[in-house]
């Protein structure tokens, strides 16, 4: 079932590549570019004060287009990038543009890593872990390849709460009203969502609490964690706000 699952994932997300890519380009060319690499090298400062960004490894799983990867690669970081998806890695690299050379992009399952035990520093991701069919054994890898003293982040949202849920239905009904309202591209109408919201009804962590399931999840692998429920006030757009208003991005935040 699971592999199923990823492999209509996958698909789904190969047709979604370019569209997915122009919202990263985007998001590089306006103030979310250095707001959002200014939370991440805030944290990342914070948790190795005595290491220069070229001493630091990250890890990004799910890249998608690469805007992680590059924020960091540009702050001079050593970057590793990973995804499931080619024609994304191929969107990466080419958003990279003279960057490419100091990212390494590679494809792979983020449930199942081909990294050796605590190999990197810092681990992220962004909109990932919902969109996995095995998350605890995702959470699981990660630790694994996370170094002792290592951090590792997830900015996520409970983005399909209102296939399972009444008043989260309500909610979402309200956003894309407000979106209207406002004059604002609505972000969750186009070709094939309808498409994405199936394969969302099969994940076992659409049904799940977050970011409780998340701290729980990742306590349990032996991490000391600390959530931020408003991170989205910082980084997301006035678009952003009034599109997704009742499914706020959170931060969990792991160190092992």
């Keep these: 079932m699971n592999q199923s699952i990823l492999k209509e994932s996958k698909a789904y997300w190969t047709w979604r ?3 997915y890519s122009e919202v990263n380009r985007e998001e590089l060319a306006t103030e979310q570019h250095e707001v959002w690499k200014q939370v991440l090298t805030e944290r990342i400062s914070i948790r190795f004060p005595d290491r220069t960004p070229d001493q630091i490894h990250v890890l990004e799983v799910g890249t998608g287009p690469g805007f992680f990867a590059i924020l960091l690669a540009e702050a001079g970081y050593r970057v590793t990038a990973i995804d499931l998806t080619p024609y994304m890695l191929d969107e990466a690299r080419h958003n990279a543009g003279q960057l490419c050379g100091r990212i390494d992009f590679l494809e792979m399952n983020a449930q199942d890593l081909e990294f050796d035990d605590e190999f990197f520093d810092v681990i992220l991701s962004r909109n990932v872990t919902w969109n996995l069919p095995e998350p605890e054994q995702a959470y699981a890898e990660w630790v694994r390849v996370l170094k002792p003293g290592g951090m590792l982040m997830t900015f996520d ?3 399909y709460a209102y296939l399972f849920d009444g008043e989260a ?3 979402y009904a309200r956003d894309r009203e407000n979106s209207v309202e406002e004059g604002l591209a609505d972000y969750n109408v186009g070709d094939n969502f309808d498409r994405m919201e199936q394969l969302a009804r099969r994940m076992s962590i659409t ?3 977050r ?3 998340d701290i729980e999840t990742l306590m349990y692998l032996g991490l000391s964690v600390e959530v931020d429920t408003r991170i989205w006030e910082r980084v997301w757009s006035h678009q952003e706000k009034v599109n997704f208003a009742s499914t706020p991005l959170f931060l969990v935040c792991g160190e092992k």
Excluded: G, K, L, V
């Design 211 to 213: 970011p409780a399931w």
């Design 207 to 209: 049904r799940a609490t």
């Design 17 to 19: 590549a370019p569209s």
């Design 157 to 159: 949202a409970n983005w």
């Design 169 to 171: 239905q309500a909610a």
